[in-house]
């Protein structure tokens, strides 16, 4: 089993930022990648940015390309993403997830944490 817990959420103002933290424990060795994904009211979750532990590949969905961008440290188990010029579209809950190594879906997810973006 894999724990995820995650904080940096909040409220900001449009054009603000905010950096996302989580923080992976437990059989952290058999993570293949991890990531975030967010979940606005009345819409689907939504894949937003993922990254490989070995290989350092990553992913941003169209969205967010440009403006966030994720990272990790593999010491510390953690993967972080940083959110520049903000949006209220970005306004939504953000998961943080992991892959277990051979599985193509996300195996362990955190709790969840709340960004705010007003105009």
């Known amino acids: 089993q894999v724990q995820l817990v995650e904080s940096g959420g909040g409220l900001v103002q449009a054009g603000g930022s905010l950096r996302l933290s989580c923080a992976a424990s437990?059989?952290?060795?058999?993570?293949?990648?991890m990531g975030w994904f967010r979940q606005a009211p009345g819409k689907e979750r939504e894949r937003v940015a993922t990254i490989t532990w070995s290989y350092v590949t990553t992913y941003y969905a169209d969205s967010v390309k440009g403006r966030f961008t994720i990272s990790r440290d593999n010491a510390k188990n953690t993967v972080y993403l940083q959110m520049n010029s903000l949006k209220p579209e970005d306004t939504a809950v953000y998961y943080c997830?992991?892959?277990?190594?051979?599985?193509?879906?996300?195996?362990?997810w955190g709790q969840g944490t709340q960004v705010t973006v007003s105009s």
């Open positions: 437990g059989r952290t060795f058999s993570m293949n990648a």
């Open positions: 997830a992991a892959q277990r190594i051979g599985d193509r879906g996300y195996d362990y």
